[in-house]
């Protein structure tokens, strides 16, 4: 593999921020003259933001980002015109944090290279990206794509909010209210999201209700209700279904649970995130760790030549740019076409057949246009919920504890507890993924297992097997 390669595939996996200190310019964007002047009531204190959790804040930044053209030729390049909260007073090592973070969010906004032209008509996108940061964290730009108000030929413009957490639905209600606001004036942008970021981030199922004042309009209430089942927060699996079978879908989990490298081809940006964050979420309990990019800027498409592992999503314009691309074994997905343009060939024999068709069966069953986003995402994550239930749901009486509380995790004992042969067969090779491994360092760390949706439905399976011994004895 070629050097350049390497170094990168080493900057992508240490953290996609670090990549764009070598990448990217210094943030342009910081000097004042090339932002749009708006007078702000007083500079926002700085708010230190933990991770994920009721009661924290909604978001870190909002940033409009629009393109210029540059000083030669007729390309544009994208640059923050707009931010809130502008902070000050920062520590020199906070400060270039922020400037790698402010300089890579442009490029993720408009991944589509820079060959723009005024435009009269534009159909809006939302969508999504994830910023890893050096030391694992991640934080989620959730962006609103659509041509500014006005007459004539003009160009794009992106709405960014960058927050720690995951809620894309929640998010998306968010930028409706942004944009309706920009309609009228930036300047009235500023007092909702002022409110917004003094408002606590909701416990999962509970309501925020925001107060704004809107000029000719009067004051709204704008409810924010975070949905009661956290771990699909991020996700809406509608845009997926639509564009795969269940089928397919199965295949592109089995090459995820064996951390296999997966690219998504779509036309739209919306489409894309979507995708990938449903592709990912399948994988809960287990959380995806390695190199995610919901959409890959034009600049970055070497990614794709790594040779370790990514779910990666691409724009269906670059897509000869890709399979010209030198890439090692790789699941190709055209989602426009609902094809499989490459692949490793054994997608169908990863998982279980039985287990293949208890999912396919679940899947199968009940899906109508009447159900809310909520059902839905219930209907096609719980499956796959359930095969790891019933594959490595186990894994708490296998961790045997030290008098100090310290686990460690039988994983020959754990393996050789399962009776089916091609379940022990799958879980030999599960263990030894990282998706695996990070499960199991934290639960090693915890004296119980966290109670949870996956504990949940792990109680619920056990109780049933002892229903049916039972009903089986007294037969006999």
């Not at 990217?24 to 009531?41: D, F, H, M, T």
């Amino acid at each position: 593999m070629p050097r350049k390669l390497e170094k990168m595939e080493g900057q992508v996996v240490g953290g996609m921020l670090r990549l764009f200190r070598n990448r990217l310019p210094r943030l342009r964007a910081g000097s004042l003259q090339e932002r749009e002047a708006v007078k702000e009531p007083e500079r926002a204190q700085e708010i230190s933001l933990p991770t994920f959790a009721g009661g924290q804040h909604f978001f870190e930044y909002l940033l409009v980002v629009s393109l210029k053209r540059k000083s030669s030729g007729d390309d544009y390049e994208p640059i923050i015109i707009y931010q809130f909260p502008k902070r000050e007073n920062l520590l020199r090592g906070q400060q270039e944090e922020e400037e790698r973070l402010l300089g890579a969010i442009p490029l993720f906004c408009f991944p589509d290279g820079n060959a723009w032209a005024p435009l009269t008509e534009y159909p809006r996108e939302t969508f999504s990206f994830v910023l890893t940061n050096v030391d694992g964290s991640r934080k989620i730009g959730y962006c609103r794509r659509l041509l500014p108000a006005g007459r004539g030929p003009r160009l794009p413009k992106v709405y960014c909010i960058i927050s720690c957490i995951g809620c894309f639905g929640l998010f998306s209600k968010i930028l409706d209210e942004v944009e309706k606001r920009h309609q009228i004036s930036m300047a009235v942008i500023y007092p909702f999201m002022q409110g917004l970021r003094e408002a606590a981030f909701p416990a999962p199922g509970k309501t925020v209700t925001l107060k704004s004042f809107i000029p000719d309009s009067g004051t709204e209430f704008i409810s924010l209700t975070r949905p009661l089942d956290s771990h699909l927060e991020h996700v809406d699996f509608s845009v997926l279904l639509r564009c795969l079978s269940f089928e397919q879908i199965l295949q592109i989990f089995a090459s995820a649970v064996l951390e296999r490298r997966i690219i998504f081809l779509a036309e739209g940006l919306s489409t894309l995130s979507q995708c990938i964050h449903a592709a990912a979420a399948l994988l809960y309990p287990f959380s995806w760790a390695h190199t995610y990019i919901p959409v890959v800027p034009e600049s970055l498409l070497d990614t794709v030549c790594c040779p370790t592992p990514f779910m990666v999503g691409v724009q269906m314009r670059f897509q000869q740019q890709v399979m010209d691309s030198p890439m090692e074994e790789v699941l190709l997905v055209n989602l426009c076409e609902g094809t499989f343009l490459m692949s490793v060939g054994d997608e169908k024999d990863i998982l279980p057949p039985k287990l293949q068709d208890d999912i396919l069966d679940s899947l199968g069953q009940g899906t109508n246009e009447s159900q809310t986003s909520e059902q839905l995402n219930e209907h096609v994550s719980g499956p796959f919920v359930q095969f790891f239930v019933k594959t490595v749901g186990h894994y708490a009486s296998y961790i045997k504890r030290e008098a100090n509380g310290q686990g460690h995790f039988q994983e020959r004992a754990f393996y050789k507890a399962l009776t089916s042969k091609t379940n022990r067969r799958f879980v030999k090779k599960f263990v030894k993924t990282q998706l695996f491994s990070l499960f199991i360092q934290e639960a090693e760390k915890s004296r119980n297992p966290p109670a949870g949706y996956f504990q949940r439905k792990i109680l619920e399976y056990e109780e049933q097997k002892k229903q049916k011994k039972s009903r089986e004895k007294t037969v006999k």
